[in-house]
């Protein structure tokens, strides 16, 4: 069974940083791509980043570019973001999820998708 389980959630202020962590288990972590999604309130789900199996291509969307970083550890079957200069509308539940967003999302544009498998998610708000 596939279980993946976000933390590292919190209240920050503008311009703080987070670091999320999802232990994955149920597959074999080093041979899939891993991403982050996102949910604001009232939204859908968002694509936010993705990360090949080797580690080496990490995919942001284009509002987080310069911002925030996606890295694995294939030894701890544990994929991470890291969030730096957060802003308010950064906020939402964020989730990682085990698999690749259509090809579209990787021009960097917005782009909504709903992964078949992901996480219960940890909440991030931004907020003064």
């Known amino acids: 069974e596939v279980q993946l389980v976000e933390s590292g959630g919190a209240l920050v202020q503008p311009g703080g940083s987070l670091r999320l962590s999802c232990a994955a288990s149920?597959?074999?972590?080093?041979?899939?791509?891993l991403s982050w999604v996102r949910q604001a309130p009232g939204k859908g789900l968002e694509w936010v980043s993705s990360l090949r199996s080797d580690g080496a291509t990490p995919y942001h969307t284009d509002s987080v570019k310069g911002r925030f970083t996606i890295s694995r550890d294939n030894a701890k079957n544990t994929l991470y973001l890291e969030l730096n200069s957060l802003k308010t509308e950064d906020t939402g539940m964020y989730y990682c999820?085990?698999?690749?967003?259509?090809?579209?999302?990787?021009?960097?544009?917005?782009?909504?998708?709903?992964?078949?498998?992901r996480g219960q998610g940890t909440q991030v708000t931004v907020s003064s």
């Open positions: 149920g597959f074999t972590f080093r041979l899939h791509t």
């Open positions: 999820a085990l698999d690749m967003p259509p090809y579209d999302c990787y021009s960097g544009s917005q782009c909504y998708w709903t992964p078949n498998y």
